[in-house]
């Protein structure tokens, strides 16, 4: 129940948005220990269609294509 009252608050700027990121981020991560929770998140809530309109969102904002800066663009460099 409380995982489900904290979905709306995730895109919220500010200390409500960062406390609901914060909260939800412990439930998953409780939900790497006991299936119960994970299932629970899986097929009770929202957060998957949430989640998935978000990364959609930031994936659509990404440029359509990159600056080449040279034959070494693509390279690593430590």
Not at 34 to 54: K, R
Not at 57 to 63: D, K, M, T, V
Not at 64 to 76: A, N, P, Q, S, V
Request: proline share 4%; with cysteine; charged share 15%.
């Amino acid at each position: 129940l409380i995982f489900s009252l904290l979905i709306p608050f995730i895109h919220r700027e500010g200390t409500v948005g960062q406390q609901a990121r914060d909260a939800l981020l412990f439930i998953m991560s409780l939900s790497a220990e006991n299936s119960m929770v994970a299932h629970h998140i899986v097929e009770n809530t929202y957060f998957c269609p949430v989640l998935a309109t978000g990364l959609s969102g930031l994936y659509s904002s990404l440029p359509t294509k990159l600056e080449e800066k040279g034959e070494e663009w693509h390279c690593l460099l430590k």
